[in-house]
């Protein structure tokens, strides 16, 4: 997908976000999968890299990643509904300050998790 | 592949991975609970399960829409050639694959 919008527009933003994000995710994968492999020389090679995760620094990228995770969701799915179904009016822009709501609010169900 | 193809499997990929992603994204928000560790983990994904048949679905997914979007980006936001962005997709593409599925066999016990 290409961007005509002018920039800083609502429109441009969540194109940007969008690619940044899922930039993002793709070099976090196979650090990701690295980890959970460690499954395979047994519980104690996974459970030494999780008693690094918990450092406050790791908890804080995690929580980046959640967010950014539910934030290429809500934005790949505008792209998909922009593209395959007719849609205008102001619930274009709607979409993406929702999609910034409910992935920050997916950061705090992280949150409590980690703190509760 | 033409582009035409690589678009479909772009956006096929993602309309699969969307119920995917927020499975995951409540699954890492239940796991989180109580902080994690190795037995917690492996307790709930381990053996015969359909954890293993998502996971392994999910990783196939990912391993095509990952790289399509890197793809994308080195072409037109880092000008590369299309052979370059190509040959990098394609690196990472097997890269994911391959950790990914090693990763869900060591969760799941290759209870595929």
């Known amino acids: ?13 969540a194109f940007v976000l969008h690619r940044l994000s899922g930039l993002a995710l793709a070099l976090f994968l196979p650090f990701h999968f690295l980890v959970l492999g460690l499954a395979i020389e047994g519980e104690a090679a996974l459970d ?7 450092n406050p620094l790791v908890k804080f990228a995690e929580w980046g990643l959640v967010v950014l995770f539910g934030l290429h969701l809500m934005l790949g799915l505008r792209v998909l509904i922009l593209e395959w179904a007719p849609w205008s009016g102001g619930l274009r822009h709607g979409w993406v300050l929702a999609g910034v709501a409910l992935a920050m609010l997916g950061g ?5 998790g980690v703190i509760g | 592949m033409t582009e035409s193809r ?5 956006r096929l ?31 709930r994904t ?5 954890w293993a048949v998502f996971y392994t679905f999910f990783v196939i997914a990912v391993a095509i829409h990952a790289p399509l979007g890197l793809r994308k980006i080195l072409i037109e936001w880092m000008k590369a050639s299309t052979r370059i962005a190509n040959g990098i997709a394609l690196i990472l593409s097997l890269g994911v694959l391959a950790l990914g599925l090693r990763a869900v066999i060591a969760v799941t016990g290759g209870g595929v």
Not at chain 1, 1 to 13: D, Q
Not at chain 2, 28 to 40: C, D, F, K, N, S
Not at chain 2, 46 to 50: A, E, K, N, Y
């Open chain 1, 108 to 112: 705090f169900g992280f949150l409590a």
């Open chain 1, 48 to 54: 030494a890299m999780l008693v690094w995760t918990e």
């Open chain 1, 1 to 13: 997908m290409t961007s005509n919008h002018p920039r800083w527009s609502i429109s441009y933003m």
């Open chain 2, 46 to 50: 381990q053996g015969f399960s359909l």
């Open chain 2, 6 to 10: 690589l678009y479909a499997l772009q």
């Open chain 2, 13 to 43: 990929s993602a309309v699969l991975m969307a119920p995917m992603v927020i499975t995951h994204l409540i699954t890492i928000m239940i796991a989180v609970r109580g902080g994690l560790t190795a037995e917690e983990i492996l307790a």
